[in-house]
């Protein structure tokens, strides 16, 4: 299958070479220059894929780790481990649990850890045990917490120390569920919870023998990543193991190598910290510094300590670090490459301009999708390129899309329209052979969601990517919005039915409906919702302030309320959205009562026309 593209790849570009010369595109040397990469990648997978015994990224980490066993992979504060250290250690790890009466070799097992080098080690175990890793947002609690959990079938919980707290909140269920639960500290005296770390240190350090993970395909799955998706609670997309081998080569597509240093300040239970930056760097080698939380003030201390050459982004990212106070120093580092996506052209321009000749790699990815797109070219604002090879190999395209209505313009013939030069459009791949689309584990409701039929020919089966995109004459391809039901902020996806189902489940909301409305001077959309009263109640902000807060992360909750007498529904009851993100939060022009929620109150307070102009001035943070 694979080698009958890579086939038509080479024909194709040799007949269309000499005619691109002639056309004299100018981006037509880019352009070779990523078909080459894109062959090199292809040729190096497909060479992994005939090895056998298979071949999973683990096996690429042990081989980092006899090709360089001193080499530092990982730094993070003030420790520092090499390429053996973590093997060793992610040996103990594995030792321990195996030796575990609450696990088996395979179990599925979920982590609960913010970003630290344990985190690390403890996927590689069980990489080496040939579980499965469900990677649960360290944020997340109570209710959401226990519906990540069971989403992936786990039957151990392994936890950081400090989420303690949290994991004592879900315990009960847990307990009545059988899951053994282990926590990464040497000593604990709740019952039911297990100390971990103490194991781990007195556990051998010998390898674990390879028939541990005999049984894994290349659809097996190798972890579970959430995504806040169109509706309810987070989502677990399935990533197999063909997939993770597939992301080895993010980093060194883009011409990352063995010297250099990676600097990782994004979460790892995300895509872009797990599979960029971590399976990335497995791939090329580098070494890792690992930041247990992005910090603007300490992020180019950090680059020039630790000789960092390569950082990764989101929007958030770089709007933040272009507000820190200009300083003298800002252009002496060593940083070459950032890769990312979301940043804005206008935060493109001036992180340029003030941190000097960095080349930005903006790309386009979901967890879950089958398409994929690189702005190789480094054209400011664009998020990738429409390239000839990569439409035969993925064939994708841009449908025209009712926003109001919230679903793709049909024909007569009841087909989906494509979006001309120029014009918005819905981002649509087609689910091949080798643009799967795996779907989310244990929600085939949810999975065929994101399936769209009929959109170019009857029958034809397409990933529908919630993206809308634009696709200007020089072929960039530009992000423009999301559709439907989610919105992000602060680097987060945001689902408006998960936070409505949480609102009307407090005391005094009868209805929600939640969307995201844009505020000056930020990325993406903050939560607002529009809520009824339940007869005979009143709103009552401190009641819904703390159900609010412990339900929900903080990013996910909505900063402002508009109260109704009554909700507004389309003719099939879908709740009315445009309108009310178009009216915002200003209090001048909506006569409805305004809420905006305050840490300080510990409540949702009334929003004056005061408060509104000093977040419109900047003058309050949000
Ligand atoms: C790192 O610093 C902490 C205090 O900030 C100290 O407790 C710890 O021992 C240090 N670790 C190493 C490896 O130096
Ligand atoms: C859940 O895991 C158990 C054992 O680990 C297995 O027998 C069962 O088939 C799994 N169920 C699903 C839906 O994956
Ligand atoms: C960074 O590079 C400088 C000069 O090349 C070198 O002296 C220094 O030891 C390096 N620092 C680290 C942490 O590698």
Redesign the pocket.
């Known amino acids: 299958m694979m080698e009958m593209y890579l086939l038509s790849i080479i024909i194709a570009s040799i007949f269309i070479i000499p005619f691109a010369l002639k056309t004299l595109s100018p981006y037509f040397w880019v352009d070779v220059l990523y078909l080459r990469d894109l062959l090199r990648i292809f040729v190096t997978f497909l060479s992994r894929r005939r090895r056998r015994p298979f071949f999973f990224v683990l096996d690429r980490f042990l081989e980092q780790t006899a090709a360089h066993p001193d080499k530092l992979f990982i730094v993070f504060e003030n420790e520092s481990y090499t390429y053996t250290y973590t093997d060793k250690r992610s040996n103990k790890i594995a030792n321990a649990l195996q030796s575990h009466p609450g696990y088996k070799a395979g179990?599925?097992v979920a982590l609960f850890m913010g970003n630290e080098p344990a985190f690390m080690f403890t996927w590689l175990a069980l990489a080496k045990l040939g579980s499965p890793v469900a990677l649960l947002n360290h944020n997340i609690r109570t209710k959401s917490l226990l519906h990540c959990f069971n989403c992936c079938?786990a039957?151990v919980l392994i936890a950081a120390a400090e989420l303690k707290e949290a994991v004592e909140d879900v315990l009960p269920s847990l307990i009545e569920h059988g899951v053994t639960v282990l926590l990464m500290t040497k000593h604990c005296d709740t019952p039911g919870i297990e100390s971990f770390s103490d194991k781990v240190d007195e556990a051998s350090d010998s390898p674990l023998p390879q028939s541990l993970r005999s049984h894994i395909t290349f659809k097996s799955p190798a972890v579970y990543i959430y995504t806040s998706g169109t509706t309810g609670l987070p989502k677990a997309a399935l990533i197999n193991q063909n997939r993770l081998l597939i992301a080895l080569a993010i980093l060194s597509s883009n011409g990352v190598t063995a010297s250099d240093v990676i600097y990782v300040n994004l979460p790892l239970y995300h895509t872009a910290g797990f599979m960029i930056g971590f399976i990335g760097s497995i791939e090329t080698g580098s070494t890792i510094i690992l930041k247990r939380k992005f910090s603007a003030s300490q992020f180019w201390d950090d680059c020039r300590k630790n000789n960092v050459t390569v950082v990764q982004y989101i929007g958030e990212v770089m709007r933040y670090l272009c507000s820190t106070p200009k300083r003298e120093n800002d252009k002496d580092h060593k940083v070459k490459l950032a890769i990312g996506n979301g940043v804005r052209a206008e935060i493109w321009r001036e992180f340029l301009s003030r941190f000097g000749n960095i080349e930005v790699r903006e790309f386009y990815a979901s967890t879950e999708g089958n398409v994929g797109f690189v702005n190789y070219a480094g054209k400011v604002g664009a998020i990738g390129r429409v390239n000839f090879f990569h439409k035969k190999l993925f064939p994708y395209t841009l449908i025209r899309y009712d926003t109001e209505r919230d679903e793709p313009i049909r024909d007569a013939n009841g087909l989906c329209v494509e979006s001309l030069k120029g014009e918005t459009g819905l981002l649509v791949s087609k689910i091949t052979d080798i643009a799967p689309f795996v779907g989310y584990a244990?929600n085939e409701e949810q999975t065929e969601r994101k399936r769209l039929r009929n959109v170019l020919k009857k029958g034809d089966l397409y990933f529908n990517s919630g993206d809308l995109m634009r696709i200007d004459k020089d072929n960039f391809i530009y992000f423009q919005d999301r559709v439907g039901d989610t919105f992000r902020w602060k680097g987060e996806n945001v689902a408006t039915t998960e936070v409505s189902d949480i609102l009307t489940i407090s005391d005094c909301l009868k209805e929600a409906n939640v969307y995201g409305v844009e505020v000056p001077g930020h990325e993406g959309r903050i939560g607002m919702a529009a809520v009824t009263v339940k007869e005979g109640s009143h709103f009552d902000g401190s009641q819904i302030y703390n159900h609010v807060v412990s339900y929900l992360p903080s990013y996910a909750r909505p900063r402002f309320m508009r109260i109704q007498n009554a909700m507004e529904v389309t003719g099939t009851f879908k709740q009315m959205k445009m309108k009310l993100v178009e009216e915002s939060f200003n209090p001048g022009c909506i006569q409805d009562p305004l809420h905006i929620l305050d840490d300080h109150k510990k409540s949702y307070m009334p929003l004056t026309a005061e408060i509104y102009s000093c977040i419109i001035s900047g003058n309050i943070k949000l």
Do not use: G, I, K, R
Request: hydrophobic share 20%; no cysteine; charged share 20%.
């Open positions: 179990d599925a079938n039957t244990q």
